[in-house]
């Protein structure tokens, strides 16, 4: 089975440490997520891209969080500086504009102390 | 936006009984409709989806049923198995083929009892 690959799995940071996620898409998949699940929140989405292009980033906190997609076989997640309530699962997820749904990648458990 | 609503947030039964975990949704546009399974410490996983041109879909044990009018779908589970157990997220999407963004329930913790 194909599928999306995210690093690191865990990580753990002190606050204000910058944290990068990193997410590969699966081939051929031109639309990319990024969702963060807490208990609280559940899943929400933080930013999408198609074809590379951002398409919306209205979840993300702009003030540290960024996201790209340097080429179609990488897309990163960026916290800086982080904070204690940034701990959360954050999932990548990429699907094909005729494919049925998404495939999330496992998830980066982050925890910020 | 599209505002989803899941209900139980929480579902026990008995092997081999049924569970039914009802969605509503907010935006007419809604057409396509995906149900995820997430086991303890992995990955949300696709299990059925339903677009909004049917109004039924099965999958052995799985179905889903949507009713546009009233803005409702369903997910029913069949002769429930241990390994059933896991929460269970709706979701809404506008997207057609486009595959827009995905619009989530706050999912629903099933427990199945042996």
């Known amino acids: 089975d194909a599928r999306v690959t995210q690093t690191p799995r865990h990580k753990v940071t002190e606050m204000g440490q910058e944290v990068t996620m990193r997410c590969q898409p699966i081939?051929?998949?031109?639309?990319v997520f990024w969702y963060r699940q807490t208990m609280m929140q559940g899943l929400e989405l933080l930013a999408y891209f198609r074809n590379r292009a951002p398409l919306d980033d209205s979840g993300m906190p702009k003030d540290r969080f960024s996201a790209e997609m340097p080429d179609a076989t990488l897309a990163t997640l960026k916290i800086q500086p982080s904070e204690p309530r940034d701990s959360a699962v954050y999932f990548c997820?990429?699907?094909?504009?005729?494919?049925?749904?998404?495939?999330f990648g496992s998830g980066t458990r982050l925890t910020v102390v | 936006g599209e505002n989803v609503e899941q209900h139980p947030s929480t579902l026990s039964v008995q092997e081999g009984d049924s569970a039914v975990i009802k969605c509503t949704y907010s935006d007419s546009a809604s057409n396509y409709f995906p149900w995820y399974k997430q086991e303890l410490g992995k990955r949300p996983q696709l299990i059925i989806d339903?677009?909004?041109?049917?109004g039924e879909k099965k999958d052995q044990r799985i179905a889903v049923t949507l009713n546009k009018t009233a803005k409702h779908f369903s997910l029913h589970i069949t002769e429930t198995q241990p390994e059933d157990s896991a929460v269970y997220f709706c979701?809404?999407?506008?997207?057609?083929?486009?595959?827009?963004?995905?619009?989530f329930g706050r999912g629903t913790q099933l427990t199945v009892w042996p």
């Open positions: 339903i677009r909004s041109n049917v």
């Open positions: 081939l051929g998949h031109n639309t």
């Open positions: 997820a990429s699907g094909k504009r005729t494919s049925h749904g998404y495939t």
């Open positions: 979701a809404a999407s506008d997207g057609g083929s486009t595959l827009g963004r995905l619009y």
